[in-house]
Structure formats: structure tokens, C-alpha cells
């Protein structure tokens, strides 16, 4: 069965300090991964993807992550944080051919302006 | 908007009780998902559908929870005899499925169980 872990429950930031989540997934096989956020009052929105190809990818808000194979990891960073960017962050992954997807349990991220 | 709708968006209710929560999918989405989140934890898969077929159901999922998607369209998930154990955020999401452009799924604002 595959598994998430997020180390940093909550992490606080000066607005413009740059911003790395940690995601390390257990699975043996191929995956897709994934972050969500979830704004405050709102529902949870894809902020980025990675299916295949280049290990960098870029989402939305200047977000990035990398996966490192090797590692089983797919850290999330941001090179100046806003306080806009106060959310709590979910990385997500699931095996490739399988709907199902395993959530992290979450980084509580806060901006302070 | 045309995202994924859930209702009722609160729902409380006594222990013992039925209750039944509705999910309106991203129009075409031929697969819909639910999911659970307690407090301080990511969701938890429950379930999903492709069209009408409910393909998979977790362990989590116990005899007291029954899903539908009767047409392949909207979606209810009916939990009977409610514990408190069963307070949480039920959520749904819907993709186009694995032969589709992304794969992506995209959720819906959730409907959250309290079980007095």
C-alpha cells in the first residue's frame, strides 16, 4: 500500500522568505503526484502535477516541486512567499493505473505580512 | 459554476440517525470520487465510480455506508445509524478518468458530519 508523509505540520514564514514542503511517498511502482491547497474556507485546488517527463514542474502562483526518484520525493517550493500563500498544503500521490489517491496529512503554512 | 457541487454543506444530526449526502460532478466527469478528512488529517479515499460502476470501496468504508451513482451522473453517499465517530468532512471530486487529457481530480467544498 502506498503511503505520504509531510514532516512539517505547520510552518511559519516572513512574507518574501522562500519556502520548501517536504513530501516523501512509499511506493515501489510508477505514480503520479500531486499538491493540493485548501485556502481558508475554500475547497481543495490543484496547485500542481507530476505524471512524467521533466522532474521540475511549475504550477500556479509560482509554485514548483521536483521529484527526486530516488529519494521518493516531491518537494514543494517557492522562492518569495505572500501572505496570500496562508494555507494548508496536501501532497497527494497515487500508483499509475489506480484512481485512488493518498493524501500527506498536511502543512499548515502562515504568512505573517 | 460549473465545479464540483456538494450538499448539504453542514449536516447535524443525532447519534443513531440516517443521513445522505449529495454529489453533482463536474458535468462529463465520468468518474467521481469520496473521500473522507478528519481534523489534522489529509483525505481518506472511500470509494469511487466510473459512469454507474462503483469500482472500488476502502476498508474504510463499513457496512453503515452505502454510495450510488444510479445514472452516472450525480452521486449519494447514505450512512445509517450515524456514530461520532462518523463526524468528519465528506468530500467528493470528479475526473475524467485515466483515459482522459489530465487525470486531475477536482473537489468539491465538502459536506461536514456532526454527530451529536
Known amino acids: 500500500a502506498q503511503s505520504v508523509s509531510q514532516h512539517n505540520h505547520h510552518v511559519i514564514l516572513s512574507e518574501a522568505a522562500s519556502l520548501e514542503l517536504g513530501c516523501n511517498y512509499s511506493?515501489?511502482?510508477?505514480?503520479?503526484l500531486f499538491w493540493y491547497v485548501q485556502y481558508p474556507g475554500q475547497h481543495l485546488q490543484l496547485l500542481l502535477k507530476y505524471f512524467s517527463g521533466d522532474p521540475l514542474v511549475k504550477g500556479i502562483k509560482g509554485f514548483e516541486a521536483e521529484f527526486i526518484k530516488s529519494k521518493f520525493s516531491f518537494n514543494l517550493r517557492k522562492p518569495s512567499v505572500q501572505w496570500s500563500d496562508t494555507a494548508e498544503y496536501f501532497c497527494?500521490?497515487?500508483?499509475?493505473?489506480?484512481?485512488?489517491?493518498?493524501f500527506g496529512t498536511g502543512t499548515r503554512l502562515t504568512i505573517i505580512p | 459554476d460549473t465545479g464540483v457541487s456538494q450538499d448539504p454543506r453542514h449536516k447535524i444530526t443525532k447519534r443513531g440517525q440516517n443521513v445522505t449526502f449529495r454529489c453533482d460532478p463536474i458535468s462529463e466527469h465520468n468518474r467521481l470520487y469520496w473521500y473522507r478528512q478528519t481534523l489534522g488529517q489529509g483525505p481518506e479515499f472511500l470509494t469511487y465510480?466510473?459512469?454507474?460502476?462503483?469500482?472500488?470501496k476502502s476498508r474504510l468504508l463499513s457496512d453503515r455506508f452505502s454510495a450510488e451513482r444510479p445514472k452516472g451522473s450525480f452521486s449519494t453517499l447514505e450512512i445509517q445509524r450515524t456514530e461520532q465517530g462518523d463526524s468528519a468532512m465528506y468530500l467528493c471530486?470528479?475526473?475524467?478518468?485515466?483515459?482522459?487529457?489530465?487525470?486531475?481530480?477536482?473537489f468539491g467544498a465538502g459536506t461536514r458530519l456532526s454527530v451529536l
Open positions: 511506493y515501489g511502482g510508477t505514480v503520479n
Open positions: 497527494a500521490v497515487n500508483a499509475r493505473g489506480n484512481e485512488k489517491l493518498t
Open positions: 465510480f466510473q459512469n454507474e460502476a462503483q469500482l472500488e
Open positions: 471530486a470528479s475526473s475524467q478518468g485515466a483515459g482522459g487529457p489530465d487525470g486531475i481530480q477536482y
